[in-house]
């Protein structure tokens, strides 16, 4: 059973620090990662994708992958409450399925 | 490009009805995926079509069809509907090849079953 894990959070964080999101996967053969971002009531949207070991930057978020310890992590800098929502991490399988964790839920303190 | 479209946004029906949703997926997208979304809960892979064909599957009861056509729109169709069933449907495309491929959501169709 391929699993793709999170802390369900909520995940409570001062405005203006730094979020760290957290993933971990189970099939060692996967390729492709993925973090979407859903707000309440509304339909996912992508944040960022890493295919490669390291680091992969995008303005306020950086996407770190480790794939010898099966581990992908979001990281957001300078939080806004704009950022509150809950994360999606995803996992391309060897079948093209995305195999998704259950999410976080971050919330900003303003 | 216009992005995935889903049809109706909203639908009520009543318990042991039939219910049949519509995804148009960006153009030149060939795999259509279909999640349900409970309340408080995360993304629950239905299927997924690939040129016309199933290509994955996910754990839920034969109630829960699907297909797709030669355009790469697909239906998905719910029969004897439960209480249970009320959920948010999310549609999403991809190009469908390559592990890179992102997949995109549409707005989905919230379903009421009374």
């Known amino acids: 059973q391929k699993e793709v894990e999170q802390n369900s959070g909520p995940l409570s964080v001062p405005e203006g620090a730094i979020a760290s999101l957290n993933c971990t996967y189970s099939?060692?053969?996967?390729?492709?990662f993925f973090w979407y971002r859903q707000y309440s009531g509304k339909s996912p949207e992508l944040i960022m994708s890493?295919?490669s070991n390291g680091d992969k930057e995008d303005g306020r978020f950086t996407a770190q992958l480790n794939k010898a310890s099966q581990y992908v992590s979001l990281l957001i800098r300078d939080s806004q409450p704009s950022d509150s929502a809950t994360y999606l991490c995803?996992?391309?399988?060897?079948?093209?399925?995305?195999?998704w964790g259950a999410g976080t839920k971050l919330i900003i303190k303003p | 490009k216009a992005g995935v479209t889903q049809t109706p946004r909203y639908l009520i029906k009543t318990r042991g009805q039939q219910v049949t949703l519509s995804c148009s997926p960006i153009?030149?997208?060939?795999?259509v995926s279909w999640y349900q979304q409970t309340p408080g809960q995360g993304l629950q892979f239905l299927f997924e079509?690939?040129?016309?064909?199933?290509?994955n599957k996910g754990n839920f009861p034969g109630r829960f069809s699907g297909r797709q056509f030669s355009n790469s729109r697909s239906e998905m169709n719910v029969s004897t509907l439960e209480l249970g069933d009320s959920a948010l449907y999310l549609c999403?495309?991809?190009?469908?090849?390559?592990?890179?491929?992102?997949?995109?959501f549409g707005p989905g169709t919230r379903l009421t079953v009374l």
């Open positions: 999403a495309s991809s190009a469908g090849q390559e592990a890179t491929d992102t997949q995109y």
């Open positions: 153009s030149g997208h060939r795999s």
């Open positions: 079509y690939f040129s016309e064909t199933q290509r």
């Open positions: 099939d060692r053969v996967s390729q492709s």
């Open positions: 890493i295919y």
């Open positions: 995803a996992v391309r399988d060897s079948n093209y399925q995305l195999i």
